[in-house]
């Protein structure tokens, strides 16, 4: 998972699997958020040794506010129905770069209104 990073919805929208999360509320952020973004933790003993170990947990979250008459909430609901898990992207609206945020995700929850819009939860590892 990439590191934690908030980016516009004017400049980026999200792609789960095939389906293009375009209907963003307008001026709305995408979080991508790892559930710990160190790298290394490190360990200090009883005698004042120190030790370091690697943080391997590439877990996180992803939240993104659609509008609420966006026309992909019905296949975003057949998502959730069929437990779908997809491949998560963030898509560069200018240059239609993909950067792979997750091999794995899936919808986190029912999705929730949300500042007159409809938030989802992407959980990703």
């Known amino acids: 998972m990439i590191p934690t990073k908030n980016v516009s919805s ?3 929208s999200l792609l789960f699997g095939e389906v293009e999360l375009t209907d963003a509320k307008e001026d709305s952020i995408i979080r991508v958020k790892r559930d710990n973004d160190k790298e290394y933790r490190i360990h200090t003993g009883a005698h004042g040794e120190e030790s370091r170990t690697k943080n391997n947990n590439e877990s996180g979250i992803v939240e993104v506010t659609l509008d609420s008459n966006s026309s992909i909430l019905p296949l975003l609901d057949q998502k959730i129905a069929n437990e779908a898990i997809e491949p998560l992207f963030l898509k560069n609206k200018k240059t239609n ?3 792979l945020i997750s ?3 899936w919808i986190n929850g029912l999705p929730c209104p949300y500042k007159n819009g409809i938030l989802f939860v992407f959980q990703a590892c």
């Open 97 to 99: 770069q993909k950067e």
């Open 10 to 12: 004017n400049e980026y």
């Open 103 to 105: 091999k794995e995700a």
